[in-house]
C-alpha cells in the first residue's frame, strides 16, 4: 500500500493507484473520475487561500453529502487547514455554537444571504466558498462562488505535519453542549489504512455509507476510499426514505462494502422487495452504533448470503478498536459480541478503581490506539476525565461497560452512566432493550428512566410500531419481559409510537424519544456521536 504520512495526499495517491480518468465518486447527479476529484478539491483549496485561510485555521463544511461535500473536506485538507463538517440539517443556534467554539476563520457552504448571516453572525468567518452557487456580495466577508471557481489553479500541497490537527468531529454529548474531538492526520490515516486491510479494500470496490459528515463513520469513505483507489457512492437523503430505492441503488451501483447502522440494513431486507434486485456484488457489510437483533442480523444474512457481515465497535473519540466478523448467521439470541481488538489498539477492562475485573466480569473498557485523538478541542477539563495516561501509553475511557467471555471475545453490556438503580438493584437499559427487541412484533425499542418529583424511579419502554401497545397488547409485552427479566428491571409501562425519533445515520434518538412521549430522562443516547 502506498506510503503517505497526511490526510492532504489522499487524493494524489487515488490518481496514482486507480488513474486519474477511473470514477471515484457519484451522487446520483454528478460523478467525477479521481482527476477531476483531486482538481475540484484543489481548486475549493485556492479558494480559501485567497480568501484568508492560514495554516491551522478551522474552515466549517456546511453541506449536505455530495461530490461537492466530499471536494470541499479535502478541499480544507488541502489548504493545510482542520476542517470541520457541520450538521447541515441543525438549527441555526447548534451550528452558530460550533462554528464558535471551533473559532473557525471560514465555511464552505450552500448558504447564502439570511441564512449565512444568521449561521455566521458573531463569528470569526470571513471566508466564504460557496462550490454550488455563484459568488454573492456578504458585508464583512470575502466570498468565492462557483463562477470564480472554475478559473482558479489548485493549490499545490501544504506543508503539514502528520501530528497536525486534520479535523474537528463534535457531537452535543449527553449534556448537549459542543464538543469537539480533535483528531490528527496522523489518527485519521491510521484509522484509514487499518480500515482498508481489515476488510481488504483495494481499488476495484466501491462504498457506501449512509452517515453525514459530522458523523465519525463518514471517515471510511472520505479517507480509506482514496487511500486504495476504491470509488465511493454518496446515498442521496431522499432514497433512505424508500427502502427499495436503496435496495435498488446499491444493485445498480454494483456496491461491494456497505457500512450503515443495523436500522437500514433491516428495514432494507424487511422492505426493500430486495428479491427483485441483485445484490450479490456486496462482499462485506459492516455495521456499528447499536445492537443487531440476532434474529434480524440472521434474517439479513439470509438475504444477501454474498456478503460477510461485521460488527464494529469504537467511540468517535479513537475511530475504532474492535471488530467480529460473521460469516454466518447466529443461530440463537445471545447478544452479538463486539469482538476482539483490531490491530494497533491495547484494550483494558477496569473497575470503579482503576483495577482490572475479574474474567468474565463487566468493567469499563479503555482503549489505546493511534486512531485516537489528541484530545477534546480546549476542554481540558473533558480531557482530565476521559484520557489517563499510564505504563507511558494515552487510554482512552469509553464509559461502556464490556465483558470478556471465555472465547475471549468481548460483548457490549451496558453504559457506566446508563446503569441505573431501581428499588436498589442496578439495571442496564440497553439489556432492557434487547429483552424487547427479541419479541416478535415490535421493530424498534428505547428504555428511558422516569424520575418523577417523587424519586420513585421507574423504567419506560417505548417501542414502534404503536400497533405492539394497543388492545392490551402492553400488558402482555410485560407479562413477556417478566419472563426473562428481573422482577426490577420489567418497565412499568410500555408506550407505543408508529416511529421512534432517529438521528442523521438512523439509529435511535433516546433525548427526542423522551420528549415524544413526555419521559424525563434527558441524557440522551449514550452513542449519539457513533
Known amino acids: 500500500m502506498t506510503e503517505i504520512e497526511t490526510l492532504d495526499d489522499l487524493l494524489d495517491t487515488a490518481v496514482t493507484i486507480a488513474g486519474a480518468d477511473t470514477e471515484a465518486i457519484t451522487d446520483g447527479r454528478s460523478r467525477l473520475s479521481w482527476g477531476e476529484y483531486r482538481d475540484l478539491a484543489g481548486r475549493i483549496a485556492t479558494a480559501l487561500l485567497r480568501s484568508g485561510v492560514t495554516p491551522g485555521d478551522r474552515v466549517g463544511v456546511h453541506l449536505h453529502k455530495s461530490v461537492h461535500s466530499f471536494a470541499s473536506v479535502h478541499g480544507v485538507l488541502r489548504a493545510g487547514a482542520v476542517m470541520v463538517p457541520l450538521d447541515a440539517l441543525a438549527p441555526v443556534a447548534a451550528i452558530n455554537a460550533v462554528l464558535r467554539d471551533a473559532g473557525a ?182 455495521y456499528g452504533g447499536e445492537p443487531f437483533p440476532p434474529t434480524a442480523l440472521a434474517r439479513a444474512m439470509r438475504a444477501i448470503p454474498s456478503a460477510r457481515v461485521s460488527n464494529i465497535y469504537g467511540p468517535a473519540e479513537v475511530n475504532q478498536c474492535t471488530v467480529y466478523n460473521l460469516d454466518t448467521p447466529p443461530t440463537d439470541d445471545a447478544p452479538i459480541p463486539i469482538g476482539r481488538a483490531w490491530s494497533g489498539a491495547a484494550l483494558r477492562l477496569v473497575d470503579e478503581t482503576g483495577k482490572p475485573v475479574a474474567p468474565g466480569a463487566p468493567g469499563e473498557l479503555l482503549v489505546s490506539s493511534d486512531t485516537m485523538m489528541r484530545g477534546y478541542w480546549n476542554r481540558p477539563d473533558l480531557d482530565a476525565r476521559a484520557i489517563a495516561q499510564e505504563d507511558g501509553r494515552r487510554w482512552y475511557r469509553t464509559g461502556d461497560l464490556i465483558a470478556e467471555r471465555s472465547d475471549g471475545n468481548l460483548v457490549f453490556v451496558g453504559r457506566v452512566d446508563n446503569q441505573v438503580k431501581v428499588r436498589g438493584h442496578r439495571v442496564e437499559v440497553e439489556a432492557v432493550e434487547a429483552a424487547l427487541l427479541d419479541i416478535d412484533g415490535i421493530d424498534a425499542a428505547a428504555v428511558l428512566v422516569d424520575r418523577p418529583a417523587s424519586g420513585d424511579d421507574h423504567l419506560v419502554a417505548v417501542v414502534s410500531p404503536e400497533a405492539a401497545t394497543v388492545d392490551g397488547r402492553d400488558a402482555d409485552l410485560i407479562r413477556q419481559l417478566a419472563a426473562t427479566l428481573p422482577r426490577y428491571a420489567v418497565p412499568s409501562r410500555v408506550v407505543g409510537l408508529d416511529d421512534l425519533p432517529r438521528t442523521g445515520t438512523g439509529k435511535v434518538d433516546r433525548r427526542a424519544v423522551g420528549r415524544a412521549v413526555g419521559v424525563g430522562d434527558d441524557r440522551g443516547d449514550h452513542r449519539a456521536d457513533r
Request: net charge negative.
Open 105 to 286: 476563520s471560514a465555511i464552505v457552504t450552500a448558504a447564502s444571504g439570511e441564512a449565512l448571516a444568521a449561521i455566521t453572525a458573531g463569528t470569526s468567518v470571513t471566508g466564504v466558498v460557496t462550490p454550488l452557487a455563484d459568488s454573492v456580495a456578504v458585508p464583512g466577508s470575502s466570498t468565492i462562488g462557483a463562477d470564480r471557481l472554475v478559473g482558479l489553479e489548485p493549490a499545490p500541497p501544504p506543508v503539514v505535519d502528520p501530528d497536525d490537527l486534520a479535523y474537528l468531529m463534535y457531537t452535543s454529548g449527553s449534556t448537549g453542549t459542543p464538543k469537539g474531538m480533535a483528531h490528527t492526520h496522523r489518527s485519521g490515516l491510521t484509522y484509514a489504512r487499518l480500515a482498508a486491510e481489515t476488510y481488504t479494500v483495494d481499488s476495484s470496490d466501491r462504498l457506501a455509507n449512509i452517515a453525514p459528515l459530522h458523523f465519525d463513520q463518514s471517515t471510511f469513505e472520505l479517507y480509506a476510499a482514496p487511500l486504495v483507489g476504491a470509488s465511493v457512492l454518496v446515498v442521496p437523503d431522499g432514497v433512505l426514505r424508500f427502502p427499495a430505492s436503496l435496495a435498488k441503488l446499491i444493485a445498480d451501483e454494483r456496491i461491494t462494502v456497505w457500512y450503515s447502522v443495523p436500522y437500514v440494513i433491516d428495514q432494507m431486507v424487511s422492505r426493500g422487495a430486495i428479491e427483485d434486485h441483485d445484490l450479490g456484488s456486496l462482499r462485506w457489510i459492516l
